[in-house]
């Protein structure tokens, strides 16, 4: 299994970015796709993620400003990321969840929101 993230960059504070992912290879029993990110020296902490019935969950740093959504047919997961902040600005990663307790990761995206 291959998790494929896309859509970070450089932007600045106020601004929007849209994060992708999409996977492939043998996924079986699907529960849910999210986003984490990760700066330097702490852990990784959960952004938001979504079941396979669009039921969302969002870490409240974030509620208001990030939507995060799926195409359960395409294995796809987006995150629209809007009014970013500089604490914002980390390494963003994709993951996949599945009914087995299996986790899988995208290989990360950096993300960073000038002042």
């Known amino acids: 299994v291959q998790l494929q993230a896309s859509g970070g960059g450089l932007v600045q504070a106020g601004g929007s970015l849209r994060l992708s992912c999409a996977a492939s290879?043998?996924?079986?029993?699907?529960?849910?796709m999210g986003w984490y990110r990760q700066a330097p020296g702490k852990q990784r902490e959960l952004v938001a993620d979504?079941?396979?019935?669009?039921?969302?969950n969002y870490a409240d740093s974030v509620k208001g400003r990030f939507t995060i959504s799926r195409d359960n047919a395409e294995n796809a997961v987006y995150l629209q990321m809007n009014n970013l902040k500089p604490e914002d600005t980390d390494v963003y990663y994709c993951?996949?969840?599945?009914?087995?307790?299996?986790?899988?990761w995208g290989q990360g995206t950096l993300v960073t929101v000038s002042s």
């Open positions: 993951n996949l969840h599945t009914w087995v307790g299996r986790d899988y």
């Open positions: 290879g043998n996924i079986y029993r699907i529960d849910t």
């Open positions: 979504i079941t396979t019935t669009s039921i969302a």
